[in-house]
C-alpha cells in the first residue's frame, strides 16, 4: 500500500462547510483517486440546494448526514455523546484516516459547533483506533498547505455559488494532542518527499545488512544443557530477523523500510553464504545453515506482503456503538 491514504472520511458540522472549509482538501483527495466519504453531522434544509451543487463540483459522490435536524442538536448534544454516534459511523465505514476541524481557528462560520465537532471526533478517532488530521482555511503550525492551483480552483468554483469571501487556502495537521499517538502516520495530503524515502531505505538496508552480517557469524552456535544440544544462535537468528521487519512494518506502516532491510539481510546471507578466503564456510550445509537460508525469504514474503489491516474499535466497542450506527440506511448523492 502507498503511504497515502486509500479511504478517508471527512467529517462537518453542516453542509455549508464542506466547501469553505474542506474545498481544497477534498478536490485534492478526489483528484488523487482517493475513496472519500463525507459525514455530515446536521443537514441545513435552507441550502440544502447550493450544497448538493457544491458537492457536484468538487466530485463528492458518498455524503451522509448524522441528524436531519437543521442543527438544533448542537444546542443540546455534548462531545461524548456526539463521539458515540461518531465512532458508530467509523466503525461502519472502515476510512484509513479521519478529517475534520481544527481545535481552534477552523475556518468555519460556526466556531462553537467546530470546536464541538473536533472534540468529539477526536474522541471518536481515538475509540475507533485511527488516525486524525485536522482540516482549516487558517494556516496552522506543522500544517501542510493545499494549495495547488487545480484544488484551489475547484473549491473557488464552490464557493462562487455561496457568493462568500473566505480564504481559498487550506492548511491539513496533525492535532498537538495527537501528534505523537499518530507520528508514524505520513500527512492524508501529502506523501513522504523522494529525499525521505531514499534515505529510509539506505538506512534500512544498512540496518538489515548489520543485522545480517552478526546473524549469520552467530547462526551456528550452541549450547549443551542437561546433555542435550540447543541451537541457541539459530533460534535467536529467526527471532531477531522477524523482530526487526516486522516492526519497521509496524513503526512506519509502509514496506519501505521492512523491504529494503530484508533486502539487506537477504544480500548479506547470500554474500557470506560463498566460501571465505582461507576456505572458512559461515554457511554449513547442515540444519541450522538450512533454516538461515529459508527463514529470512519466508519472514520476508509473510511479513512484507502482508495486506495492511485498517485498526478498529475492539469487539466490546463496536457492539455498544454500532447499535445506533447513523450510517445505516443513508442515501449517496
Given at each position: 500500500?502507498?503511504?497515502?491514504?486509500?479511504?478517508?472520511?471527512?467529517?462537518?458540522?453542516?453542509?455549508?462547510?464542506?466547501?469553505?472549509?474542506?474545498?481544497?482538501?477534498?478536490?485534492?483527495?478526489?483528484?488523487?483517486?482517493?475513496?472519500?466519504?463525507?459525514?455530515?453531522?446536521?443537514?441545513?434544509?435552507?441550502?440544502?440546494?447550493?450544497?448538493?451543487?457544491?458537492?457536484?463540483?468538487?466530485?463528492?459522490?458518498?455524503?451522509?448526514?448524522?441528524?436531519?435536524?437543521?442543527?438544533?442538536?448542537?444546542?443540546?448534544?455534548?462531545?461524548?455523546?456526539?463521539?458515540?454516534?461518531?465512532?458508530?459511523?467509523?466503525?461502519?465505514?472502515?476510512?484509513?484516516?479521519?478529517?475534520?476541524?481544527?481545535?481552534?481557528?477552523?475556518?468555519?462560520?460556526?466556531?462553537?459547533?467546530?470546536?464541538?465537532?473536533?472534540?468529539?471526533?477526536?474522541?471518536?478517532?481515538?475509540?475507533?483506533?485511527?488516525?486524525?488530521?485536522?482540516?482549516?482555511?487558517?494556516?496552522?503550525?506543522?500544517?501542510?498547505?493545499?494549495?495547488?492551483?487545480?484544488?484551489?480552483?475547484?473549491?473557488?468554483?464552490?464557493?462562487e455559488i455561496y457568493d462568500?469571501?473566505?480564504?481559498?487556502?487550506?492548511?491539513?495537521?496533525?492535532?498537538?494532542?495527537?501528534?505523537?499517538?499518530?507520528?508514524?502516520?505520513?500527512?492524508?495530503?501529502?506523501?513522504?518527499?523522494?529525499?525521505?524515502?531514499?534515505?529510509?531505505?539506505?538506512?534500512?538496508?544498512?540496518?538489515?545488512?548489520?543485522?545480517?552480517?552478526?546473524?549469520?557469524?552467530?547462526?551456528?552456535?550452541?549450547?549443551?544443557?542437561?546433555?542435550?544440544?540447543?541451537?541457541?544462535?539459530?533460534?535467536?537468528?529467526?527471532?531477531?530477523?522477524?523482530?526487526?521487519?516486522?516492526?519497521?512494518?509496524?513503526?512506519?506502516?509502509?514496506?519501505?523500510?521492512?523491504?529494503?532491510?530484508?533486502?539487506?539481510?537477504?544480500?548479506?546471507?547470500?554474500?557470506?553464504?560463498?566460501?571465505?578466503?582461507?576456505?572458512?564456510?559461515?554457511?554449513?550445509?547442515?540444519?541450522?545453515?538450512?533454516?538461515?537460508?529459508?527463514?529470512?525469504?519466508?519472514?520476508?514474503?509473510?511479513?512484507?506482503?502482508?495486506?495492511?489491516?485498517?485498526?478498529?474499535?475492539?469487539?466490546?466497542?463496536?457492539?455498544?456503538?454500532?447499535?445506533?450506527?447513523?450510517?445505516?440506511?443513508?442515501?449517496?448523492?
Amino acid at each position: 500500500m502507498k503511504d497515502r491514504a486509500q479511504r478517508v472520511l471527512v467529517i462537518t458540522a453542516r453542509p455549508d462547510d464542506e466547501a469553505p472549509v474542506f474545498g481544497a482538501t477534498i478536490a485534492t483527495l478526489v483528484q488523487r483517486g482517493t475513496e472519500l466519504i463525507v459525514l455530515t453531522c446536521s443537514n441545513s434544509s435552507a441550502t440544502e440546494d447550493v450544497d448538493a451543487s457544491a458537492r457536484v463540483i468538487l466530485g463528492i459522490t458518498a455524503h451522509h448526514v448524522l441528524r436531519n435536524d437543521d442543527g438544533h442538536q448542537f444546542s443540546s448534544v455534548t462531545a461524548r455523546d456526539l463521539a458515540a454516534d461518531l465512532a458508530a459511523a467509523i466503525t461502519s465505514i472502515k476510512p484509513d484516516v479521519v478529517v475534520s476541524y481544527a481545535s481552534s481557528a477552523s475556518g468555519s462560520n460556526r466556531e462553537s459547533e467546530a470546536r464541538l465537532v473536533h472534540e468529539a471526533t477526536a474522541h471518536a478517532t481515538e475509540l475507533a483506533g485511527v488516525p486524525f488530521y485536522t482540516a482549516s482555511s487558517v494556516p496552522v503550525d506543522r500544517g501542510v498547505a493545499v494549495s495547488t492551483s487545480t484544488a484551489i480552483a475547484f473549491k473557488r468554483r464552490a464557493m462562487e455559488i455561496y457568493d462568500d469571501e473566505v480564504p481559498v487556502g487550506e492548511s491539513v495537521s496533525t492535532p498537538p494532542e495527537y501528534l505523537c499517538r499518530f507520528r508514524r502516520r505520513a500527512v492524508v495530503i501529502g506523501e513522504r518527499s523522494r529525499f525521505e524515502r531514499v534515505v529510509l531505505a539506505l538506512a534500512s538496508m544498512a540496518v538489515g545488512a548489520l543485522v545480517g552480517l552478526v546473524l549469520t557469524a552467530v547462526h551456528q552456535s550452541a549450547i549443551t544443557l542437561f546433555g542435550a544440544r540447543v541451537p541457541w544462535g539459530i533460534i535467536a537468528a529467526v527471532a531477531l530477523t522477524t523482530a526487526l521487519i516486522l516492526g519497521l512494518r509496524l513503526i512506519y506502516d509502509t514496506r519501505i523500510a521492512p523491504g529494503f532491510a530484508s533486502l539487506g539481510v537477504l544480500l548479506m546471507s547470500a554474500v557470506l553464504a560463498t566460501a571465505m578466503p582461507g576456505g572458512t564456510i559461515l554457511i554449513p550445509g547442515n540444519v541450522s545453515g538450512y533454516v538461515w537460508t529459508f527463514a529470512p525469504v519466508l519472514i520476508v514474503l509473510l511479513v512484507v506482503g502482508w495486506p495492511r489491516v485498517n485498526r478498529q474499535a475492539s469487539t466490546p466497542s463496536r457492539d455498544n456503538i454500532e447499535l445506533n450506527s447513523p450510517v445505516k440506511g443513508a442515501d449517496n448523492s
